[in-house]
């Protein structure tokens, strides 16, 4: 099934980032981190649509894809970032993504060719 | 001087040193190169100065396409519509694209089967510059230095693996009124340099060179041994006319489809012609396989507009617009096993646009016979856009060939995103071919059958070559790819190559080869079993890149002009 392409158009982008802040937020609950889970609230109000995510989500997301040793050694360097604010996130985040993609760890995700953290974090949505 | 055929009254023979048989950028540049010398050549076109619908389907034929075990009918006839038989040839609706072949397209690569030329780039280096002066390039660069000439800072692509490159595209400034960028004259005649117009005048008043106008090769009449052309019969089309050409030597310029068709067709037909002794010619066929395979969405708005911007076409040199491209470093396409492939980015199609309708009804009700999808919403964006509809139907279906092109050309630059359009070299395979058909011309020459395949090397290299440039696009943060469904499907399944890979610059079908076990001409571009029969064009060529072959064909018929000088010059000292 292909996305609308209007859809894929506009929020694409932002909804990847978007996945990712929520991932992150969720991750960081569990880790309890009051800091990080005020910046990712302030990230997930600024960046995302909530109805595209949930849209785009049940597209992309393709568990296991990506084993669960690998998916914890992304989680690990998700969480080991030193962000103290939204766009200290958003620049390590960038960072990741960059150094996956040097190193072609990319993954298919119906059809876009992903970062492996992207991917990992489209992953983390499905529990949601 | 000029001789129209067609009301030539003689019954004598036509005698001469050098006999070119077809009249398009090969066959032009050859003579061009023997104007004003002692040595008289005789130039035999088929068709006049202007496009005769007649002459032009001398040129039918069929084409079959294989994809997995399933052979089948191509949707379009290329051979009518790709090629122009009248002075000029195809240079009369090219698309002007110039940009010589490097290094790698003439290595023998092991991941390339029968891949290899018997020259190399260095070899051909000075006659690419030669050529330059020939096609009226106003430069050399084609590399990407040619961003600083135009002030864009260029996308920092790693470049062991991808690397930004130029064509320039030869006459447009001339023919098209000095436009900015493509899409100034998107829609408009393509304005290419025309060899047939821009050289005319020179070859009618040449005082060695006899352009022979409506006269068709019909059989090269080899000795008995087969080893030696003593003559070319030629007649004008209605067949009312008939003579020889009695030449010392005789080079074929008639292009990658008819070149080996002549072949097939003389001497012996039921025993394959001539200069075929080992059943090569007409085999390795090569198509260019082209067609958008993927999209980048970019991460902003201001992105799309750069690269939309950045990679359409510019006005950077004197004299011609360049058109920027990716292509891969010789690093990458080795470790990649790749074969050589360009890519281009443009704005997507408007596919609201009645133009864009207009096709899709097209292709399905005229060319698939089936009923089109959302044929409502197609008809209601026809009738929206009716009057430019109008427009470019009238252009297309009237007799102005420079026009045929303009079809693939309606890109409406409204959606921001980029498509991802590429050409990929062929690999060369012997059960790709061109044959003779049962079926007869008006001359009562036999027609050919295009038999097109791929080993599906195109596809894994199209896809490849995405997964590499999306990972660039990613680290770069500039946006994310998706794959077009059809490139990820079986190999065998050729997607939208079907509809365009055949026809599209037709090569390889008389390879050049160190020996005769695995080509039809040698290094110098003459037949290896017939000692005065020469071949000129993109048929010669072994492999053939992405990259388009015009200028490449210039280099190679003036190189063999150099060739047959001294050997004309030594046979006369002997």
Same mark, same amino acid.
């Given at each position: 099934?292909?996305?609308?392409?209007?859809?894929?158009?506009?929020?694409?982008?932002?909804?990847?980032?978007?996945?990712?802040?929520?991932?992150?937020?969720?991750?960081?609950?569990?880790?309890?981190? %009051?800091?990080?889970?005020?910046?990712?609230?302030?990230?997930?109000?600024?960046?995302? %649509?909530?109805?595209?995510?949930?849209?785009?989500?049940?597209?992309?997301?393709?568990? %296991?894809?990506?084993?669960?040793?690998?998916?914890?050694?992304?989680?690990?360097?998700?969480?080991?970032?030193?962000?103290? %604010?939204?766009?200290?996130?958003?620049?390590?985040?960038?960072?990741?993504?960059?150094?996956?993609?040097?190193?072609?760890?990319?993954?298919?995700?119906?059809?876009?060719?992903?970062?492996?953290?992207?991917?990992?974090?489209?992953?983390?949505?499905?529990?949601? | 001087?000029?001789? !129209?055929?067609?009301?030539?009254?003689?019954?004598?023979?036509?005698?001469?040193?050098?006999?070119?048989?077809?009249?398009?950028?090969?066959?032009?540049?050859?003579?061009?190169?023997?104007?004003?010398?002692?040595?008289?050549?005789?130039?035999?076109?088929?068709?006049?100065?202007?496009?005769?619908?007649?002459?032009?389907?001398?040129?039918?034929?069929?084409?079959?396409?294989?994809?997995?075990?399933?052979?089948?009918?191509?949707?379009?006839?290329?051979?009518?519509?790709? #090629?122009?038989?009248?002075?000029?040839?195809?240079?009369?609706?090219?698309?002007?694209?110039?940009?010589?072949?490097?290094?790698?397209?003439?290595?023998?690569?092991?991941?390339?089967?029968?891949?290899?030329?018997?020259?190399?780039?260095?070899?051909?280096?000075?006659?690419?510059?030669?050529?330059?002066?020939?096609?009226?390039?106003?430069?050399?660069?084609?590399? !990407?230095?040619?961003?600083?000439?135009?002030?864009?800072?260029?996308?920092?692509?790693?470049?062991?693996?991808?690397?930004?490159?130029?064509?320039?595209?030869?006459?447009?400034?001339?023919?098209?009124?000095?436009?900015?960028?493509?899409?100034?004259?998107?829609?408009?005649?393509?304005?290419?340099?025309?060899?047939?117009?821009?050289? #005319?005048?020179?070859?009618?008043?040449?005082?060695?060179?006899?352009?022979?106008?409506?006269?068709?090769?019909?059989?090269?009449?080899?000795?008995?041994?087969?080893?030696?052309?003593?003559?070319?019969?030629?007649?004008?089309?209605? #067949?009312?006319?008939?003579?020889?050409?009695?030449?010392?030597?005789?080079?074929?310029?008639?292009?990658?489809?008819?070149?080996?068709?002549?072949?097939?067709?003389?001497?012996?037909?039921?025993?394959?012609?001539?200069?075929?002794?080992?059943?090569?010619?007409?085999?390795?066929?090569?198509?260019?396989?082209?067609?958008?395979?993927?999209?980048?969405?970019?991460?902003?708005?201001?992105?799309?507009?750069?690269?939309?911007?950045?990679?359409?076409?510019?006005?950077?040199?004197?004299?011609?617009?360049?058109?920027?491209?990716?292509?891969?470093?010789?690093?990458?396409?080795?470790?990649?096993?790749?074969?050589?492939?360009?890519?281009?980015?443009?704005?997507?199609?408007?596919?609201?646009?009645?133009?864009?309708?207009?096709?899709?009804?097209?292709?399905?009700?005229?060319?698939?016979?089936?009923?089109?999808?959302?044929?409502?919403?197609?008809?209601?964006?026809?009738?929206?856009?009716? !009057?430019?509809?109008?427009?470019?139907?009238?252009?297309?279906?009237?007799?102005?060939?420079?026009?045929?092109?303009?079809?693939?050309?309606?890109?409406?630059?409204?959606?921001?995103?980029?498509?991802?359009?590429?050409?990929?070299?062929?690999?060369?395979?012997?059960?790709?071919?061109?044959?003779?058909?049962?079926?007869?011309?008006?001359?009562?020459?036999?027609?050919?059958?295009?038999?097109?395949?791929?080993?599906?090397?195109?596809?894994?290299?199209?896809?490849?070559?995405?997964?590499?440039?999306?990972?660039?696009?990613?680290?770069?943060?500039?946006?994310?790819?998706?794959?077009?469904?059809?490139?990820?499907?079986?190999?065998?399944?050729?997607?939208?190559?079907?509809?365009?890979?055949?026809?599209?610059?037709?090569?390889?079908?008389?390879?050049?080869?160190?020996?005769?076990?695995?080509?039809?001409?040698?290094?110098?571009?003459?037949?290896?079993?017939?000692?005065?029969?020469?071949?000129?064009?993109?048929?010669?060529?072994?492999?053939?890149?992405?990259?388009?072959?015009?200028?490449?064909?210039?280099?190679?018929?003036?190189?063999?002009?150099?060739?047959?000088?001294?050997?004309?010059?030594?046979?006369?000292?002997?």
């Amino acid at each position: 099934m292909s996305i609308p392409f209007k859809v894929s158009r506009r929020v694409l982008l932002s909804t990847i980032v978007g996945l990712v802040t929520i991932g992150v937020y969720r991750i960081s609950r569990k880790a309890t981190n %009051n800091d990080k889970q005020k910046i990712l609230t302030d990230y997930i109000e600024k960046n995302c %649509n909530k109805y595209n995510i949930s849209r785009l989500g049940q597209e992309y997301i393709r568990p %296991n894809k990506i084993s669960g040793a690998r998916k914890d050694q992304i989680l690990s360097k998700i969480f080991s970032g030193n962000y103290t %604010n939204v766009d200290e996130l958003e620049s390590y985040l960038i960072d990741i993504y960059t150094e996956d993609y040097s190193h072609e760890k990319y993954i298919f995700l119906n059809n876009w060719i992903l970062s492996e953290t992207e991917a990992v974090v489209c992953i983390l949505m499905l529990a949601r | 001087m000029v001789i !129209d055929f067609d009301k030539f009254d003689s019954d004598d023979d036509l005698n001469c040193n050098l006999c070119i048989i077809g009249a398009g950028a090969a066959g032009i540049t050859l003579a061009r190169e023997f104007n004003n010398t002692k040595i008289n050549v005789i130039l035999v076109e088929s068709g006049g100065i202007e496009y005769d619908h007649q002459i032009q389907m001398l040129y039918d034929g069929e084409t079959y396409i294989t994809e997995g075990s399933i052979r089948r009918k191509a949707y379009y006839n290329s051979l009518m519509g790709w #090629r122009l038989r009248f002075f000029g040839g195809t240079t009369n609706h090219w698309s002007g694209g110039c940009k010589p072949f490097r290094d790698i397209d003439f290595e023998k690569r092991s991941w390339i089967s029968n891949s290899g030329w018997p020259i190399n780039a260095a070899d051909l280096e000075k006659y690419y510059r030669r050529a330059e002066k020939v096609i009226q390039l106003s430069s050399s660069v084609y590399s !990407d230095e040619l961003w600083h000439h135009l002030n864009i800072a260029p996308l920092e692509f790693d470049k062991d693996k991808i690397e930004s490159w130029f064509e320039q595209r030869s006459g447009f400034l001339k023919e098209a009124g000095n436009p900015n960028s493509w899409r100034d004259i998107t829609g408009k005649s393509i304005g290419s340099l025309k060899f047939g117009k821009e050289y #005319r005048d020179e070859l009618f008043d040449s005082k060695n060179i006899k352009v022979l106008l409506h006269a068709n090769a019909v059989d090269l009449i080899t000795n008995n041994d087969i080893n030696h052309v003593n003559l070319l019969k030629i007649s004008n089309l209605s #067949r009312v006319r008939e003579s020889k050409i009695i030449a010392d030597t005789f080079v074929l310029c008639a292009g990658g489809f008819e070149n080996p068709r002549i072949l097939l067709n003389s001497g012996n037909r039921d025993n394959g012609g001539i200069a075929n002794n080992n059943g090569l010619v007409g085999k390795y066929y090569l198509g260019h396989p082209l067609a958008e395979f993927g999209t980048l969405v970019t991460r902003d708005q201001e992105q799309a507009d750069k690269l939309g911007h950045d990679f359409s076409m510019h006005k950077a040199l004197e004299k011609n617009l360049v058109d920027p491209h990716l292509r891969f470093s010789n690093a990458c396409l080795n470790n990649n096993k790749m074969l050589n492939i360009g890519i281009w980015l443009r704005v997507k199609s408007d596919k609201n646009s009645g133009i864009y309708s207009a096709i899709e009804i097209y292709k399905q009700l005229i060319l698939n016979k089936t009923l089109p999808n959302n044929l409502t919403k197609n008809m209601i964006n026809v009738l929206k856009d009716i !009057d430019d509809v109008i427009v470019q139907s009238f252009r297309n279906a009237s007799d102005d060939p420079s026009s045929s092109y303009t079809t693939s050309r309606f890109v409406i630059p409204t959606e921001q995103s980029i498509r991802i359009w590429g050409i990929v070299e062929q690999a060369p395979i012997s059960d790709s071919k061109v044959h003779l058909s049962t079926n007869q011309d008006e001359l009562g020459l036999n027609k050919i059958i295009v038999d097109w395949k791929l080993n599906g090397q195109e596809k894994q290299t199209m896809r490849r070559a995405l997964i590499i440039l999306g990972n660039e696009f990613g680290r770069l943060n500039i946006g994310r790819v998706k794959i077009d469904d059809w490139l990820l499907e079986d190999d065998n399944l050729l997607g939208p190559l079907s509809d365009t890979g055949i026809g599209s610059h037709p090569a390889g079908t008389t390879r050049m080869s160190t020996t005769s076990v695995s080509g039809v001409v040698d290094v110098n571009c003459r037949s290896h079993f017939i000692d005065n029969l020469y071949i000129s064009g993109s048929s010669i060529f072994p492999t053939n890149s992405y990259v388009s072959p015009t200028h490449t064909i210039v280099a190679l018929s003036i190189k063999l002009a150099d060739h047959i000088k001294r050997n004309l010059v030594h046979k006369s000292q002997t």
